[in-house]
């Protein structure tokens, strides 16, 4: 293996494409970097750089190696800060949730947790593939409808999903047609397609939905909308905010946009889904930890 120092230098010269600029970041001489590299490309046996005045370029070889590199020093970093911290007196816990669930519900109520837990820090992971988590994380909290995840862990429902059309107040405004069912089928429709979707909640699109209200969804391809598709929740969203069109709204996660004012229901119907629980699921081995105990009992008070 290469030496740990010789693998820092050739990363930091390949990010800053500059010798004098990575002695910098490093706090060495320029020198040193230069042997570093020198050394590296001998024990390869081939050039990493091409060097063309003051700024270097990766080759071919060299890119492969940075790509590796980089990723292991980040996880080298990752895995000595959460060591680092957790031997001070702080607790780090860590939330596995949808990225939908951190961004659209998560995020905006992180204020109010760390204000009343100051001695808490909180690492959030998301992923769309609960069933297929990377190896090593252990996360103490699940916020899923995979209830059966894994062997181990305490399942406390917190709500079922709901689902409505919403759109801004302006899109309302200009589309009257909207208010009704027939106007909201013929209107500009932002679709949820299901693709890696599979364990993050029902695959309701529009067609389901419509369906479910007794709507028929054939409309005369003279009056077809346009008509938008994505598996990105969050995108839906921020495109029905910027007066695209009317989305499918998941009520945990739209409904303070609604008290904000900023999203309107055009339509009254809604779709529940009583079988659509999502868990809290937290290891039994920490349920009676303190700050495991806190971090859960503030989830399930938000949905009280």
Partial sequence: MPSFKAMRSFVAAAKYRNFTRAA?????TQAAISRQIRDLELYLNTELFIRTGREVRLTASGTALFDAAQLSLTNIFNATERIR??????RT???CCSPAFSTMWLAHRMKEFFSANPDLD???ITTQHFLAMEPGVTPDIFITKVFDLRPGFERIPLFHEVVYPVCTPAYLQEHPEVRTMEGLRESVLLDLNPYGRSQLSEQVDWNVWFSFQNVDVQIPASHSPQYFSTNDYSLL???????QGVALGWDHLIGHLLEQGKLVRPVAEQLDLKDAVQYLLIDEKKADDPACRRLKEWLIAQFA
């Fill in 85 to 90: 911290r957790e031997s001070n007196d702080k």
């Fill in 237 to 243: 969203t921020q495109m029905a905010l910027d007066d």
């Fill in 122 to 124: 909180l690492n959030v």
């Fill in 93 to 95: 816990l860590t939330l």
């Fill in 24 to 28: 910098e970041a490093l706090c060495v």
